[in-house]
């Protein structure tokens, strides 16, 4: 990378996410050391493990003693670093809700009014104040749908009046 783009890193939630991840998992980690790493490679004296981290004279190594030495990751940042993650999401949730509230719907433009203030037309208006206005349907008058029982009695419950009056 190069040097004037290593500021990305600062704003780049992914670096907090990994540092936090990465060091928690090295915790109460040890790892022994083979013989790649142990030096001097022939038994001539005590051996040491020669990764970044371990301690002189030592065959074992603590992870998070690696993590701190060799990366610059250290358990104290685990929670700072789930903090900064969700102030930069809450951040970018923000930014997000003022783009979409100033963005014009798709198809639209400024000059489209979906919704006139004062509410209706000045003929509803009017209509209104003369009051001739549209109703509710259960305020006017009776009238049956096409497929609505009517108040009176139909022809079946004339009928069965007339067997019960004859059965009587």
């Known amino acids: 990378m190069k040097p004037w783009f290593s500021w990305i890193r600062w704003i780049n939630p992914i670096y907090y996410s990994f540092e936090a991840l990465f060091i928690n998992e090295l915790d109460g980690l040890r790892v022994d050391c083979a013989p790649p790493q142990l030096f001097p490679l022939q038994g001539g004296g005590p051996q040491g493990c020669a990764i970044t981290g371990a301690e002189p004279g030592a065959n074992s190594l603590l992870g998070q003693a690696w993590g701190n030495q060799a990366l610059e990751f250290y358990k104290s940042h685990v929670w700072r670093n789930f903090?900064?993650?969700?102030?930069?999401?809450?951040?970018?949730?923000?930014i997000c809700i003022i783009v979409i509230e100033r963005l014009p719907a798709a198809g639209s433009n400024k000059a489209v009014l979906l919704y006139k203030r004062g509410g209706g037309g000045k003929f509803i208006r009017a209509s209104n104040q003369n009051g001739n206005g549209p109703k509710d349907e259960e305020e006017g008058a009776?009238?049956?749908?096409?497929?609505?029982?009517?108040?009176?009695?139909?022809?079946?419950?004339?009928?069965k009046e007339q067997v019960h009056a004859a059965n009587t």
């Open 83 to 94: 903090g900064i993650v969700i102030a930069l999401w809450l951040f970018c949730l923000f």
């Open 142 to 159: 009776v009238q049956a749908q096409p497929n609505e029982k009517q108040a009176g009695k139909t022809d079946s419950d004339k009928a």
